[in-house]
């Protein structure tokens, strides 16, 4: 078997393989609402609701399926390498991915909890970032984003207050976070 065709052979397993998952994440019956009642994983949504273990999975799963059928499509069409457009949508696909094994991998519930509280905290910061960078240009743009500031500010708040209420140092709980890398290098 020539090279190319080595290629194309794996192209095609990874593509069924993609649709399979994306056949499995969409539709109205799937998703993190479906979650066991009396499942582990249900106990682990019920510490912070508004951000719940299953739903960090379920991101991650989503996130991985819709970047890598886009790579897989987008070179399918084109017939091109894009070498730093396909890195960045691949890696957003692994880490995608690698975020659902590393948040459900741990045993232990505190573990699942503390990780999925993370990627909470992380998502939070960042928005406050983006905000932070606007700049408004009325005074009611200002306060508008004053006050997202401030409301992303008592959520962080409030995933603190949940790492520590089950147990994590009230110095690390405020200062969870979700790095990149390290996800990826534990999910392995």
């Given amino acids: 078997m020539s090279e190319h065709a080595s290629w194309e052979a794996r192209l095609g397993r990874m593509k069924s393989a993609v649709e399979l998952w994306a056949q499995r994440t969409s539709g109205d019956d799937n998703g993190p609402a479906r979650v066991e009642p009396a499942s582990s994983l249900a106990g682990d949504n019920k510490l912070f609701p508004d951000h719940p273990v299953s739903s960090v999975a379920w991101h991650g799963l989503i996130t991985a399926v819709e970047h890598l059928d886009f790579a897989l499509t987008a070179l399918a069409k084109t017939q091109t390498l894009y070498p730093a457009a396909y890195f960045t949508t691949l890696r957003a696909g692994l880490l995608g991915a690698a975020q659902a094994v590393w948040v ?5 519930r505190k573990e699942r909890q503390t990780r999925a509280l993370a990627a909470a905290a992380t ?3 960042e928005q406050r970032k983006a905000i932070g960078a606007l700049s408004p240009t009325t005074p009611e743009q200002a306060a508008e ?3 997202l ?3 992303l500010s008592n959520r962080l708040n409030e995933v603190a207050g949940a790492a520590e209420s089950i147990g994590c140092d009230p110095a690390k709980a405020r200062k969870l976070s979700l790095v990149a890398t390290d996800v990826i290098k534990k999910a392995r």
């Fill in 149 to 151: 500031r401030d409301k």
């Fill in 104 to 108: 459900l991998d741990p045993h232990g």
């Fill in 123 to 125: 998502n939070y910061t």
């Fill in 145 to 147: 984003l004053s006050a």
